[in-house]
């Protein structure tokens, strides 16, 4: 394929993956329609997604790629906890408050919680430019915060606080991976840590949900919203980011990837009927020029 082509295919995937993981909010609102639990929600989306993750897995070492280190096994699986497990499961416990724009708005920030984890684990210099950067995606998320409290029902607080412990684990899981997936691999850490979240959170299920067949009585719409959860919204976004980033690299990504909260308020507002206002658009063109700012500055971490 020409190199041209090769690009634009990239760049087309890393959109379509950035729009489809961005609707994972509306589709756990949808199903939150339905009387459904955050636990119960989040089981069935891994138990819908595991068999996918394992034919992942399957595909990244077909072939043949040497075994992995008792180090980095031990890597994967505590990174697969902190990611894809806790990360997920405070994220569902914030939509049970919030709106899904809001949501993904808070959590497009995690690269300022990178900058800053990286300033305090590694001592890397934070830099006037990186201040700046910081404070216009924190204004951002300040207008949409308060913006939602005045006009939203529910405990915006609590859900916003629960959305920005996602995303500060979620930068916490970023970090740690930077430096797995060069031995590794992309697409075969991806599936481990995977793998890892799912028996996790069917483990948490079993321990916190006095009535274990409770999910098997759902409705039928919160199996379907599940399984698409699963498909479009987990596991097609981690081969499209993979390739897309492999084809166009990580910096060109991070910019088309900031279509990702911007089709979350119109998703939103689609299917969920979550106004689009004046404030809502500023408070997202603040966060996107701050966190577009650091990523394409490429800070390491």
């Not at 990239?10 to 993981?21: N, P, T, Y």
């Not at 913006?147 to 606080?161: E, I, K, R, W, Y």
Request: glycine share 10%; with cysteine; proline share 4%.
């Amino acid at each position: 394929m020409p190199e041209r082509q090769q690009r634009i295919s990239g760049a087309l995937m890393v959109v379509v993956a950035a729009i489809a993981f961005s609707g994972k909010a509306v589709i756990i609102k949808l199903a939150y329609r339905h009387g459904v639990d955050a636990v119960t929600l989040l089981t069935l989306r891994m138990i819908c997604a595991a068999p996918l993750f394992a034919i992942l897995a399957w595909w990244a070492v077909r072939a043949g790629v040497p075994t992995l280190s008792g180090q980095d096994l031990r890597g994967v699986l505590a990174l697969g906890l902190v990611g894809y497990y806790l990360a997920s499961y405070f994220d569902f416990l914030g939509l049970l408050h919030i709106t899904a724009a809001l949501e993904r708005l808070i959590l497009f920030i995690h690269p300022t919680f990178v900058l800053i984890l990286s300033a305090v684990l590694f001592r890397r210099p934070i830099t006037s430019h990186d201040v700046v950067a910081v404070l216009l995606s924190y204004l951002g998320i300040g207008l949409v915060f308060g913006h939602d409290v005045m006009t939203q029902p529910g405990n915006v607080a609590l859900g916003s606080f629960w959305v920005l412990l996602s995303a500060l684990f979620y930068a916490t899981y970023l970090i740690g991976s930077g430096r797995l997936v060069g031995r590794v691999g992309s697409l075969r850490f991806a599936s481990y840590a995977g793998l890892i979240s799912c028996a996790a959170v069917i483990l948490h299920y079993l321990v916190v949900t006095p009535d274990a067949a409770l999910i098997a009585r759902q409705p039928a719409a919160v199996y379907w919203l599940a399984l698409l959860m699963a498909v479009v919204s987990t596991v097609l976004p981690i081969v499209l980011t993979s390739e897309g980033i492999r084809r166009i690299g990580a910096s060109h990504a991070s910019i088309m990837g900031s279509v990702g909260p911007i089709a979350t308020i119109f998703l939103g507002f689609a299917f969920l009927g979550e106004p689009i206002t004046a404030i809502q658009l500023a408070g997202c063109g603040l966060v996107l020029a701050g966190v577009l700012s650091i990523s394409i500055k490429g800070r390491p971490g």
